[in-house]
Every structure is written in C-alpha cells, then in structure tokens.
C-alpha cells in the first residue's frame, strides 16, 4: 500500500509531520511512512505539558513490535496538549497518523513562517524519501 503524504502540513527530515492550526500553535505527530516503517505501535511516551521544548529537541519514546523509536518535535516551543487516547490506544498512529494519531499540540515560540522555514512541504518531502 502507497503511504500518504498529506499536502496541508510540513515534513521533517525525521519524518515528523507539523499542521499549522492557524492561532500560533500546531499539532505534531509521524508520518504515514514512519509509522510504516515502524511496524504495529504498542506505546508511545509523550513529553509532560508545559514543557519547553527547541526544534529538533527529543519530547518521547514510540515503541512498535520492532524497535523504539525517537520522537522528535520540528519546532520550538510550549507543549500545550498531549493526545491522551494514545495511552490506551497507541495503534492510533497506525491506523490515523495524521487525524487520530496525532502526538502533541505545541504553541509555538516564533512566527509560523520562521518555525516552518527548515521543514518541507508535501513535495519536498516526497522527493526527500524518494533518497
């Protein structure tokens, strides 16, 4: 099966995504292909709220039946929500990567467009993994 790679959010190159919710702050979670890559999800450990947090700063732990893998946020700033159901249900981030299996909300720290300028869109990103 092809993985998604949604049009109306930004890539890391660690395979995070970001969506820009439009009122200075975003939702985090992995990618369609990261969560391909690794396998059934059974935990994920998220970051404490409040927490600050620099872009490319590690806030958690995804664990799948193959490996644990990093969880990594792109961008600064303030973890305002952490998705709850994925204590009960981690395999919300296979099975919705980028609506229920969402991992954190972040108020962001600087201007959208600055947070944004080191990420790459849809295309950008479908040619990065295309490496």
Do not use: C
């Amino acid at each position: 099966m092809a993985s998604v790679i949604r049009e109306n959010v930004w890539y890391s190159e660690e395979h995070e995504w970001v969506l820009d919710l439009g009122d200075g702050t975003v939702k985090i979670g992995i990618s369609d292909i990261a969560q391909h890559r690794l396998g059934d999800i059974v935990f994920v450990e998220l970051p404490d709220l409040g927490q600050e947090v620099e872009a490319e700063d590690g806030i958690g732990t995804i664990e799948s039946v193959k490996t644990v893998a990093d969880l990594f946020t792109p961008v600064g700033g303030t973890v305002l929500e952490i998705n709850g159901k994925l204590e009960s249900a981690p395999e919300l981030v296979n099975e919705e990567p980028y609506d229920g299996g969402w991992m954190v909300r972040i108020r962001l720290k600087e201007d959208p467009n600055a947070a944004f300028a080191k990420l790459l869109d849809a295309k950008g990103y479908a040619e990065f993994i295309e490496k």
